[in-house]
């Protein structure tokens, strides 16, 4: 079993940075696929980010130029990086990680981390 844990939520003012991180813990599965997806409450969950184990990356129109994502294998750990940030970029912030080894291919989820942004 994989778990992954996010960190680096919080509140920010419009304009501001803020980091965010998920590390994964526990079996071997290779998570080929790490990423970011986010969600409103009431509102379906939605693609941020993605990058796989080799680098390439992949992002929402909404975030391109603004947030970065990026991962360390030796550490399984992904980071998503963000700035000049928007109220509607306020959301549940979930870490995931898809283990192409199983099949069909199996996503793991964190627990969320809550991002607010407002003045």
């Known amino acids: 079993q994989v778990q992954l844990v996010e960190s680096g939520g919080g509140l920010v003012q419009p304009g501001g940075s803020l980091r965010l991180s998920c590390a994964a813990s526990?079996?071997?599965?290779?998570?080929?696929?790490m990423g970011w997806y986010r969600q409103v409450q009431g509102k379906q969950r939605d693609l941020v980010a993605t990058?796989?184990?080799?680098?390439?990356?992949n992002y929402a129109d909404s975030v391109k130029g603004r947030f970065t994502i990026s991962r360390d294998n030796a550490k399984n750990t992904v980071y998503l990086q963000m700035s000049s940030l928007k109220p509607e970029d306020t959301a549940v912030y979930y870490c995931?990680?898809?283990?192409?080894?199983?099949?069909?291919?199996?996503?793991?989820w964190g627990q969320g981390t809550q991002v607010t942004v407002s003045s």
């Open positions: 526990g079996s071997n599965a290779r998570l080929y696929v």
């Open positions: 990058v796989t184990s080799g680098g390439s990356t």
């Open positions: 995931i990680g898809t283990d192409y080894a199983q099949v069909p291919p199996y996503d793991y």
